[in-house]
């Protein structure tokens, strides 16, 4: 979090940054888009955010400032754009998942006019500031791409900043269409990778800069995040069951761990030991957690708040009773394998949370 030392030196994340009008990236950290955001967002009473397109990487980097700026009751609008693809569905995902409606996201929807602006306005008690260059929200254009921005306040120039801020108020209530679970559903099923995609992701390396380095390996990405909100969106209309069809390399079981992470207890199923022992390990670095063990062969582990169980070992009857789990133990249950039918004699529906992975 940033902390105002004085009216132009600031620390941000504990490293001393000054406030500067010019960013122009490269490898010098005082130029960052990044770290001057940082510390608007932190004195700001309204957002609003103008962007051609939003990626996975700078949504991530922003989102625990737009979610202490939201909790201080700040209002935040974001106009992206969605045309060719670039972006990425997962990043609205995040924004969603993490932000829910508390944000006014929308997609910019004209389709006869292009849509290139980059632009980052924050509103003071008694000004605003304007910041206008080439960043879009990604982590390279955030931090060490070569992206030129200039921050100027109304105070200084009334006229101008009116021009863009106005400008912004008729494309984001005019010509813009609200990104709804509809909306986002559509555009996500809609949605190919597009050509420039292993480039962006080249220049957008989260090895690249140390400074501005966030944490992601053990972090929903991608599908990951969609599947998420998908499974969220469905318990909340009530429904205790979810079946999750991905491809290889999506990280299924990652994802079992992440959607289960909030519930105490919770039985992992799978045919081999194999499968299971890796399982442990997601699990173990998504919870943090060494309370697990495994139920398979010659271990019986009852006592753990997750389980690892083999359906050879789980599904004989005499280990489906009181002496071994109840059927309140659990609360979530997750099935790597569509062929797997034990959860019935485990389960209460009205208690149990399953989830299925194929």
Partial sequence: MAQLDSAKNVKVDNIPIEA??????????RRFLYYQLKISILKAKQIDIIVSFLMESGVRMLLKDFKDALNRGVRIRILTGNYLGITQPSALYLIKKELGNRVDLRFYNEKARSFHPKSYIF???????????SSNISKSALTSGIEWNYRFSSLTDEKNYRLFYETFVD?????????????????????????????????????????????????PRGAQIEALYALEDSRAEGATRGLVQVATGIGKTYLAAFDSAKYKRVLFVAHREEILKQAAISFQNVRHSEDYGFFYGKQKTVDKS??????????????????????????????DDERVIIRTKLEKPSKIKGLALI
């Fill in 123 to 133: 509103h003071f008690d008694n000004a605003s500031e304007i910041y206008i260059g």
């Fill in 306 to 335: 997750v389980i690892f169980a083999s359906v050879s070992t789980l599904g004989r009857e005499e280990y489906l009773s009181e002496e071994y789990f109840s059927p309140e133990y659990f609360d979530y249950i997750v099935i």
């Fill in 20 to 29: 500067t009008d010019v960013m122009t990236g490269d490898k010098d950290r």
């Fill in 171 to 219: 494309l984001f209530e005019h010509h813009s269409i609200i990104i709804d679970d509809a909306e986002l559903k559509r555009y996500s099923k809609n949605w190919h990778k597009p050509a420039v995609a292993k480039d962006l992701a080249k220049y957008d390396n989260p090895q690249d800069e140390e400074d501005t380095k966030v944490e992601v390996l053990f972090q």
